[in-house]
């Protein structure tokens, strides 16, 4: 069965998270016992701090069963069972899945804290870590200090202690009504997007001000800069600074067929990518408030942006291949029709992007691990049986 595509992830540093990390991650103690011991430079309870990227797959069967695969050593742990799941998302590190008894939250265990010029790297116990009340289709997103998430079939939206989650303790700080399609947090508030607009509330869902237009809002994603929601006029950007909610119109004269459904990028850069129509793909550059149309050769089925130094954008043609492209479309490097079965059967592919590999999951119940700066040459054939793939720990 092909995988499904999942809610787009989001990138979890922001301006409050590294404040907070500043005053706590970093902290040496309070001092008031001269005999406690300091506490370690980046310390999190329960968990290990680890020198390098602690990248895994957690994949989820149709019937529930929660696997996490190691990226270095190829081991794999078994989870937990959740009972059958209809569709998942995540934000890096926990995996939110819609099950017959609410929205299952699995944490991986690993996951990573960029902290100002340098990051932390993390390993914990994975587990199930709690199951909330609410139906799907679910998004989840994160910041140091919550985890947001939005389910869509019961229209709420769970605040909960994110600290408390990694303990395996779904505590509560707020619930409440939303038809929304994305509800983010960003730093004090949380980003919400309806029908008609976007607009940040706090975490009671009251309003913070001010709100900006958005036409059939489809999907929303963080990026360094902050929240880009794709809508009918371009995309809303929202941020910490002093102007929260900003407007990226399309170019003029924009056909109505090539405007962005999905975004989807490397976390924590601050460009990404969606397919436009059959013509190519669109690049939302939101340091630079900028989109920038760029025509394939072939039409995509899905696409996603490296954000690197080399410009690497990796796509999924409707055709199969997987392709390795530049910033001007131009082909690197491409596979064979790999996924010319899963594209068939109507699944839409799914892209996980790292600092140096692209994971694409196949009908077949593996999973390619792709060299996108070696012209899309499949490094790995990983075996992964799961309806339900996220790459975690970045």
Known sequence: MPPRHRASRTALPLAAASALLALVACSTGSGDEPDAEPTPHGYVEGASEV?????????????????????LSEESTH?????????????????????????????????????????????????????????????????????????????????????????????????????????????????????????????????????????NPADALTTRVGVAVACDEGAVLATAAEAPIEAIPYPAGTDPSTIATTLDGRPGRPSVAAVAGTTGFWLLDTRERSWTLVPTSTPLAHVAAVD???????????????????????????????????????????????????????????VLEIDYADGARVARTLVLDAAFVAEVGR
């Open 308 to 366: 690197d130094a080399d410009e690497h954008v990796v796509a999924v043609a409707i055709d199969g291949r997987i392709l390795a492209l530049d910033a001007t479309g131009a082909e690197l490097g491409a596979t064979d029709a790999v996924l010319a079965d899963a594209i068939g059967g109507g699944g839409t592919p799914v892209i996980d992007l790292d600092a140096s590999r692209a994971y694409v999951p196949s009908a077949d119940g593996t």
């Open 51 to 71: 020198e390098e990227p602690q990248l895994g797959l957690l994949g989820i069967t149709d019937a529930g069963v929660v696997t996490l695969l190691d990226l």
């Open 79 to 215: 989870v937990g069972e959740i009972g059958p799941v209809e569709q998942t998302a995540d934000d890096g590190r926990f995996v939110a899945a819609s099950t017959d008894g609410g929205v299952a939250i699995v944490d991986s265990g690993v996951w990573t804290v960029e902290h100002g010029d340098h990051d932390h790297y993390y390993r914990a116990q994975p587990q199930v870590a709690a199951t909330i009340d609410g139906e799907g289709p679910v998004r989840i997103a994160s910041t140091e200090l919550v985890t947001v998430v939005l389910a869509q079939g019961s229209g709420e939206v769970v605040v909960l202690d994110r600290a408390a989650l990694g303990q395996g303790e779904a505590t509560e700080i707020a619930r409440f009504d939303a038809d929304a399609v994305a509800a983010i947090p960003l730093g004090d508030g949380i980003v919400l997007a309806d029908d008609a607009s976007v607009r940040i509330v706090d975490q009671q869902g009251e309003d913070l001000g001010p709100d900006a237009a958005c036409t």
